[in-house]
């Protein structure tokens, strides 16, 4: 039993590659627009090549596992590269259901934006800049999020909320990012 608990301390001590990439920081910054709705803006490093966070950005079926807020897709449909996500959201926020319809596509520049087609949004724009850093093995995400509900809730409430569901994201989508590194063949 002592020497497990050696082993643990060692590894805290000496700051564990797995733990310490996926505490990497996360510069996030959101604020209401004068115009109406909120603005996220992040920079997060992410513990996988950028092939692997794009899979996981792209893999529209199982969205509402990168998120703790309540939400079901509807529907998915791919055609000609752009992906069209019909989704359901309950926020604690919120009474009800929130239908977000948004066409995606992966941009020749390395970008996967995101914009609303219809639902329960006066605006919604998604876009991620996945940039290879570290020799490929890991990748800077820029990201940049504009949304605006068609709610009675203020502004600056929804950015509370914003804030506090994108850190969540963040951390699920770091933690399953280090699952699937780990998970593939060393090599490659």
Sequence with gaps: MLWRVTIIIGCLLLGWSGWSRAAEPVALDVRTEPTGGVKATATIVLPAPVSVVEAILTDYPHWPELFEVQMRVVDVMIQNGVATTDIRIEHALLPGERRLVTESRLLPNGELVADLKSGDFKRYHRRWKLTSIDGGAQTRADFELVVEIESVIPDWLVAVATK??????????????LAREQALPSGR
């Design 164 to 177: 506090r569901d994108l850190e969540s994201h963040f951390r699920i989508l770091k933690e399953k990012a």
